[in-house]
């Protein structure tokens, strides 16, 4: 058993009933404030807490529930928030988790909109969004090195550049649809599982 998945497991013993709640409240409220844009730009947010912070999974776990989230309806952050905090700690995570998530940034829209709509065509509002964009865009580059490093331990790099690339044609060119190619992708790897590899790292 390596480290990370004994530090995974040691965290997810830590801590009182009420502890636990509170951290998955913080966890999702922060995630939610700083999504600038929301959608994907809070994946890397709500990743860098609930595994890097808190150790509640590994990459790989987050990264599959990424791909499975995605390939459903409705907004990503909430399906995250709902189905974590639910592993967590029930219905009772579950529905802490979509508040934290939901509630302050409904809350902060009703009290900013107003503010912001006055000062629409201000250059220091245009400022302010453009300026936020390179930020965010290194969050999801951070985020994506994490999924592609974690995909090379179990298929090699070959395989991982040659599903990025044909992934990249399929959604720029052909234009398909990401939730389409995910769920094709699932089916594949349940109809085709992949081989097992012997200790020298060749396939069976």
Do not use: C
């Amino acid at each position: 058993m390596d480290r990370e998945e004994k530090t995974y497991q040691a965290a997810q013993k830590k801590g009182s009933t009420l502890t636990r709640y509170r951290d998955i409240f913080v966890a999702f409220f922060r995630s939610s404030i700083l999504s600038f844009g929301g959608g994907p730009s809070g994946i890397p947010l709500i990743e860098a807490e609930v595994v890097k912070k808190y150790k509640w999974m590994t990459i790989e776990e987050f990264g599959d529930i990424v791909a499975i989230a995605n390939a459903l309806p409705g907004p990503i952050n909430t399906k995250l928030a709902g189905y974590i905090g639910w592993r967590l700690k029930g219905i009772g995570g579950l529905v802490t988790a979509l508040i934290a998530s939901v509630f302050p940034m409904v809350i902060a829209l009703i009290v900013l909109l107003g503010f912001l709509t006055a000062f629409q065509r201000q250059r220091w509002v245009r400022g302010m969004t453009q300026a936020v964009l390179p930020v965010v865009g290194v969050l999801m580059a951070q985020l994506t090195w994490s999924f592609v490093s974690s995909a090379k331990k179990g298929l090699g790099w070959t395989v991982s550049l040659l599903l990025i690339s044909v992934s990249f044609i399929l959604m720029e060119v052909i234009h398909v649809q990401p939730p389409i190619l995910i769920a094709l992708t699932l089916l594949y790897v349940l109809i085709i599982p992949a081989r097992p590899k012997t200790s020298a790292g060749e396939h069976k």
